[in-house]
T-cell receptor
Framework: NAGVTQTPKFQVLKTGQSMTLQCAQD?????MSWYRQDPGMGLRLIHY???????DQGEVPNGYNVSRSTTEDFPLRLLSAAPSQTSVYFC?????????????FGPGTRLTVT | KQEVTQIPAALSVPEGENLVLNCSFT??????LQWFRQDPGKGLTSLLL?????REQTSGRLNASLDKSSGRSTLYIAASQPGDSATYLC??????????FGPGTRLSVLP
């Protein structure tokens, strides 16, 4: 198993540009989530999904969209990038439905918005 | 709102020492608690997960305990090695899904 994969690893955007961060998992996990990690702020939840077709907001959802059309994929879209979205983004997945919900993380995408 | 703190923020120890990392959370109504390791510039690696009905979990030289009523967890690392140098994060979830993370403890094990 590849586990949780994320692309790209690095990205530089100009203010106002849009882009999609990709996340995929091959463990048939129901639950997937996106976090951002900023110095001094720790990891904060952006959006999450409990299954295909179901998404919800986390602690810091503004400026981001998600969709979950398949179990495997959970892309994160930045609609109009702002310097405040400069961060490291992590995708995570977990088995759902009464399991222990042990979270598995991807390697991260380092995003810089200029 | 759940808040998670970790003490100390940084720790430097000589190789071979046993050490304890602390994690505290404000809301004891948790489903589980998970300890992670993060190396610089890397993702998070799961170390141990403790469900709310459990008191401790062990994996090799690592032992994590959970006292839900007092809102505390400890990660015990036995016979520390330079390869243990990393940031250690604890995270709690209320329903098993959305984790709230602590700020981490940065550990340096000196040869």
């Amino acid at each position: 198993n590849a586990g949780v994969t994320q692309t790209p690893k690095f990205q530089v955007l100009k203010t106002g540009q849009s882009m999609t961060l990709q996340c995929a998992q091959d463990m048939n996990h129901e639950y997937m989530s996106w976090y951002r990690q900023d110095p001094g702020m720790g990891l904060r939840l952006i959006h999450y999904s409990v299954g295909a077709g179901i998404t919800d907001q986390g602690e810091v959802p503004n400026g981001y969209n998600v969709s979950r059309s398949t179990t495997e994929d959970f892309p994160l879209r930045l609609l109009s990038a702002a310097p405040s979205q400069t961060s490291v983004y992590f995708c995570a997945s977990a088995m759902g439905g009464g399991s222990s919900y042990e979270q598995y993380f991807g390697p991260g995408t380092r995003l810089t918005v200029t | 709102k759940q808040e998670v703190t970790q003490i100390p923020a940084a720790l430097s120890v000589p190789e071979g020492e046993n050490l304890v990392l602390n994690c505290s959370f404000t809301d004891s109504a948790i489903y589980n608690l998970q300890w992670f390791r993060q190396d610089p510039g890397k993702g998070l690696t799961s170390l141990l997960l403790i469900q709310s009905s459990q008191r401790e979990q062990t994996s090799g030289r690592l032992n994590a305990s959970l006292d839900k009523s007092s809102g505390r967890s400890t990660l015990y690392i036995a016979a520390s090695q330079p390869g243990d140098s990393a940031t250690y994060l604890c995270a709690v979830s209320r329903y098993g899904q959305n984790f709230v993370f602590g700020p981490g403890t940065r550990l340096s094990v000196l040869p």
